[in-house]
């Protein structure tokens, strides 16, 4: 069975600070997709990566970051210097060649930042 | 523009009353699927379809029945909720197996 655990339930941080939210996997196939969502306190569920387990490459865009380790089985996301806007719940989430194409979430981590 | 939309956004019943929750995409996926959101759970799978009459079970599908009629609609029925059924729900689209699902808005259930 494939799982996920994002073992933050809940981080603050002040306005400026870097942040780094754990998310680790498992699964016991070869093939598989990880993504990161973000729900903004609006409740919808925005997408901001997704990557496949053949590409380990770490992944910069802008103040957001992202590492893929295989050999930890951990998909680790970082803001660097934080805004209040940043303030959410993030999900992790897997996803592995099943018949359903089912996606495996995390139970999410409540980021709030503080002016 | 490309979207998913639910409706209602929000909805209070008694238990019992049966209701269905709508669920639309203009995008032309193949694959469907509905997710309840409870705190601490994240996003739970309850059914989902590979396309226009073919739908399976997800994780959490007691209580619920959902049927694709048609490739752009994925209506969720509830024949007699319960109060363990109020949740967050999200209706899902997309193209597999690489591709990110878009969601809709959410539709907040609360039955009494």
């Known amino acids: 069975a494939q799982k996920v655990t994002q073992a933050q339930t809940e981080i603050s941080v002040v306005e400026k600070e870097d942040v780094t939210l754990d998310c680790v996997y498992e699964?016991?196939?070869?093939?598989?997709?990880l993504f990161w969502y973000k729900q903004p306190p609006s409740g919808e569920l925005v997408f901001l990566i997704r990557?496949?387990?053949?590409?380990?490459q770490n992944e910069i865009s802008g103040r957001y970051s992202w590492n893929f380790q295989k050999s930890t089985s951990s998909f680790n996301f970082t803001i660097t210097a934080s805004q209040v806007v940043d303030s959410a719940v993030y999900f992790c989430?897997?996803?592995?060649?099943?018949?359903?194409?089912?996606?495996?979430f995390g139970g999410g981590t409540r980021l709030m930042v503080k002016p | 523009e490309a979207q998913v939309t639910q409706n209602p956004r929000y909805l209070i019943t008694v238990t019992g009353k049966k209701l269905t929750v709508t669920c639309s995409q203009n995008m032309n996926h193949e694959y469907m699927s509905w997710y309840r959101q409870d705190p601490g759970l994240g996003l739970r799978q309850i059914y989902y379809?590979?396309?226009?009459?073919?739908?399976d079970k997800g994780d959490v599908p007691e209580g619920y029945k959902v049927s694709r009629k048609e490739k752009r609609n994925f209506p969720l029925i509830l024949e007699s909720p319960s109060p363990n059924q109020t949740s967050l729900y999200f209706c899902?689209?997309?193209?597999?197996?690489?591709?990110?699902?878009?969601f809709g808005p959410g539709t907040r259930l609360t039955v009494l």
């Open positions: 379809s590979m396309n226009v009459e073919v739908t």
């Open positions: 899902a689209s997309w193209d597999p197996p690489y591709n990110e699902q878009f």
């Open positions: 699964t016991r196939d070869t093939t598989y997709y």
């Open positions: 990557r496949n387990s053949f590409d380990e």
């Open positions: 989430a897997l996803r592995f060649n099943n018949a359903g194409n089912m996606l495996t």
